[in-house]
């Protein structure tokens, strides 16, 4: 177990003293690890379509945005880095939210699934503090026990989005003086301890383990300058939300901060609720519609019942070219039976769901982003944020609950421009997401099968995509009991 290579102890640029009055040297070997073929997802033909994309924000006073990244005022190394990301123009939502971040406002912002919002948060933040070497404390030397003091603190859901935010946040701070790391549960707590106490400017955290460090007076948040929501929406729904505010509110984090949030959805009510943690005059940014997903996405729905699902998925990834295929179900009983089931039945597949260990979790993703196993089959712990270059096809063998599940999960394909397929199958059962989804097919203009087209709209309405004042008059008005949809 102690030699295990967690994702949260990979190797990251080390900055030294003697750098302060030159040029940070290249690390040759980091160099290919961090930037190399292995880690890099091309963009698709699609890239430019983004242009098209209306991208809105509201709010007092909004700093004009700015066309390509030279044009941005970021730090001559983050511009290196960048390039070696191979990022040769910026999306909409790093265009608006790097010069939002970079003018000291807070933000709240919305963008579709695989349209670089990461990036759109690392790049400002990161690339503000590369000129504060006076910002930086590493461990006391008057032997107390050190304490690590991030600048920037990055939340997410999963473990594996976290060691995901930690490889995009090894790339941008490359020859930077900020050290990266990664806090989450189920990796070994030691080597977590170990890494941040050595330096940690920038902090990749999932809820619960970092509540841990606070309290064991590893880790502090009184210099905290800019604390960042990823999935924000799910960040504050029921099952994160009193932890978040434990953190935020009462774990030192100084008013002073900037606060910035991303997502692909975020519901009306969530979005009131954030407010509690943003300044009064923060941005809200929306690219294309709240909730809305790409269409570089080819969306099927196809009428399986229970029984016929295994049959009919044996046949759909016969009668396809061998492709990268995400394969989503409800419950980790399901995502076991069914690994089981396609094993036996020769397909190169695994499994990730929340019961398995750290271990197990790390190295099922590495199988799928790797290709020795290109048939994943996973519970919704991966339905947000991760990214695997080549995911063709994502199967709901169990359709998503509900639509902004939906959209996470065929999200997983059709990334930076790139396209995909997503295949759901649906039966009685789903009759609940019935409404939504067709939404979602007409605006897409995608193909509406047979049994939904008792449910299309007229007109289009979605209940997620007013501004964000409106936010407040549709909650007063809920409460009153006058809302209509
Ligand atoms: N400007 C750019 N040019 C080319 N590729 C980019 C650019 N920005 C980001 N990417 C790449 O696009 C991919 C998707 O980015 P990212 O994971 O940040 O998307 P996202 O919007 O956060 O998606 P999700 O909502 O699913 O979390 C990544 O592989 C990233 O490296």
């Known amino acids: 177990m102690d030699s295990y290579k967690w994702g949260s102890s990979k190797k990251r640029y080390e900055w030294k003293k003697e750098y302060e009055n030159g040029i940070a040297p290249r690390d040759k070997a980091l160099e290919d690890d961090l930037f190399g073929n292995h880690a890099h997802v091309p963009s698709g033909l699609n890239f430019a379509k983004y242009d098209s994309i209306p991208a809105k924000v509201t709010g007092q006073n909004p700093p004009k945005s700015f066309e390509s990244f030279e044009q941005a005022n970021l730090h001559p ?6 390039a070696l990301a191979r990022y040769a123009v910026p999306t909409p939502v790093q265009r608006n939210s790097i010069s939002i971040v970079t003018a000291g406002r807070d933000l709240m912002a919305c963008a579709q699934t695989g349209s670089g919002k990461t990036a759109a948060f690392l790049i400002p933040t990161c690339s503000s503090l590369f000129s504060r070497p006076d910002l930086i404390t590493r461990g006391s030397t008057d032997g107390r026990r050190p304490t690590a003091k991030p600048l920037v603190l990055i939340l997410a859901p999963t473990r594996e989005l976290c060691s995901q935010i930690f490889d995009e946040a090894r790339r941008f701070c490359y020859r930077s003086m900020l050290r990266p790391c990664a806090v989450y549960g189920g990796a070994g707590v030691q080597g977590q301890i170990q890494q941040v106490l050595i330096g940690c400017d920038v902090l990749v955290a999932a809820p619960g383990r970092l509540l841990d460090l606070i309290e064991r007076g590893v880790i502090s948040l009184v210099n905290l300058k800019y604390l960042v929501l990823d999935e924000a929406d799910r960040m504050l729904d029921m099952g994160f ?5 434990e953190i935020v509110e009462r774990k030192g984090v100084p008013k002073d901060r900037q606060t910035l949030m991303y997502s692909a959805t975020f519901p009306r009510d969530i979005r009131a609720l954030a407010k509690d943690f943003l300044q009064p005059d923060y941005l809200f940014l929306k690219i294309g519609r709240v909730g809305g997903t790409t ?9 399986v019942d229970e029984n016929e699902k ?13 492709c990268r295929t995400l394969i989503f179900v409800d419950t980790k009983r399901a995502a076991d039976s069914l690994d089981h089931y396609l094993y036996e039945n020769k397909f190169p597949s695994t499994s990730i769901h929340g019961d398995r260990s750290q271990m197990e979790r790390e190295d099922a993703i590495l199988a799928f982003k790797s290709g020795t196993c290109p048939i994943l089959v996973a519970t919704a712990v991966v339905a947000r944020g991760i990214d695997v270059k080549n995911v063709m096809h994502v199967v709901n063998f169990d359709m998503a609950q509900t639509i902004d599940e939906y959209i996470h999960r065929i999200g997983r394909t059709a990334r930076v421009g790139n396209a995909g397929l997503a295949t759901s199958f ?13 939404k979602v097919l007409q605006e897409c203009k995608q193909e509406i099968p047979s049994f939904l087209t008792q449910y299309i709209s007229k007109q289009l309405r979605f209940r997620d995509d007013d501004d964000d004042e409106d936010v407040s008059a549709h909650l007063s008005n809920m409460s009153l009991g006058t809302t209509s949809w």
Do not use: C, H
């Open 77 to 82: 190394v983050m511009k290196e880095n960048i």
């Open 241 to 245: 939300e009193g932890t978040i505010r």
């Open 295 to 303: 269409t570089d996405i080819t969306q099927k729905v196809i009428w």
């Open 310 to 322: 295994r049959d009919q998925l044996n046949k759909i990834l016969l009668s396809q070219p061998p």
């Open 426 to 438: 649906f039966n009685n059962k789903n009759m609940g997401v019935a409404q939504d989804l067709t």
